[in-house]
């Protein structure tokens, strides 16, 4: 067992928490039994497994699943693990994993139907929350555009909820790049604007969100700047029906990358 939190291998598992020696090492952290499990579902998936002894016990299925991919399982102390993991209350579980993203290109020859373009998202939980919402709706891919959080920060790896393991992500790309390789494929850009004449409901009467679509979110706070918004092809805004001012990202793109959904599954999708 692991005690020592001076152990080069925690040391070196310890420095992924810094975005710079992420990016050096092309590795990051993914903490607790569902990112462990999603990690495993992706050729070479987890480099390495640190895990406490109650874990293992209760885990037990999970860690020898790991081991038997060849990759080292370390038994660390319950203060090793604090020192490793992100959260206050630690599940005992944490898996050292190489990057993930893909190129812009290879995104697009996979004629996707449905992708996200996240512009100056600052949030992790934000950022890892649409992630979770883009997987669900069906979404083939997320774009971390411009000045957006790196989804490999530990909120956002546990905001996605094992998502980020299922969706192509593409990262440092421009807004203006990714909107013309995206439109050359044959996507229609719309820009999540609350400010927009042109309403969600008005663009599903007359049946256009059936249509081949990367969806442009905004910065949190401010959203997007005109500059962004008059790359797209519409900017559209989600109706409100009550009092409340605006809704936030999370719930913004939620709604919108539902109503692509369903028109384009055409309720074929099974409840879960």
């Not at 909820?161 to 990262?171: E, I, Y």
């Not at 440092?172 to 004449?197: K, N, Y």
């Not at 092809?233 to 109503?259: F, H, M, R, T, W």
């Amino acid at each position: 067992m692991v005690t020592s939190t001076r152990s080069p291998r925690v040391r070196m598992a310890r420095s992924l928490a810094k975005r710079a020696l992420r990016e050096r090492s092309r590795l990051f952290l993914a903490e607790g039994p569902q990112a462990v499990r999603e990690a495993m579902g992706r050729s070479g998936g987890i480099t390495e497994l640190f895990v406490t002894s109650p874990a293992r016990s209760r885990h037990a299925e999970l860690v020898r699943a790991v081991a038997a991919t060849g990759a080292p399982v370390h038994e660390v102390s319950g203060e090793v693990m604090a020192e490793l993991a992100q959260t206050v209350t630690p599940q005992g579980l944490l898996a050292v994993c190489p990057f993930i993203d893909v190129p812009l290109t290879e995104l697009v020859a996979a004629e996707p139907r449905l992708v996200v373009v996240l512009a100056n998202v600052r949030d992790p939980g934000n950022a890892g929350t649409v992630l979770r919402t883009a997987d669900a709706a069906g979404a083939q891919g997320v774009i971390f555009a411009d000045a957006s959080v790196d989804p490999y920060n530990s909120k956002c790896v546990r905001s996605s909820a094992g998502s980020l393991f299922h969706l192509p992500l593409v990262l440092g790309v421009s807004v203006t790049q990714a909107v013309s390789e995206l439109r050359r494929a044959g996507l229609a850009v719309l820009a999540a604007d609350g400010s927009a004449a042109l309403g969600l409901d008005d663009l599903d009467r007359v049946g256009r969100l059936g249509q081949p679509t990367a969806w442009l979110f905004g910065n949190e706070a401010w959203g997007l700047p005109a500059d962004l918004v008059a790359q797209a092809d519409e900017a559209v805004s989600v109706p409100i029906y009550g009092q409340a001012e605006s809704l936030n990202l999370a719930a913004a793109a939620a709604v919108c990358l539902y109503a692509s959904a369903r028109a384009q599954y055409g309720g074929a999708a099974q409840s879960r």
